[in-house]
């Protein structure tokens, strides 16, 4: 679904599967599955962040690799592609 100019204000915003154009979600649960989503000039504020299924396997797997390292870590990360740019995405 896409959303344009919307303000989300407390309760839960799936990411999966979702477009976010310049939207404000503050004082929200954020959730995130693993599906494909974008956020493109939208404004995170006083968030917190929930993960299931495929995403939080992907997290499961990032402490393996950090208790092996964090320059491993860094290392992951910096090979992976940048979903966002900073300007496109605020997180307060």
Known sequence: MRFVGQVFSGGEVTLDYNEFVDCE???????YHGGEFSLVRTKLTNVRFGLGGAANNTLAFLKLV???????????????SQPVSGQDLTVN
């Open 25 to 31: 979600i503050r004082d929200c649960m954020v959730l």
């Open 66 to 80: 950090r208790a092996n390292g964090q320059h491993l870590l860094e290392s992951l990360l910096e090979q992976g």
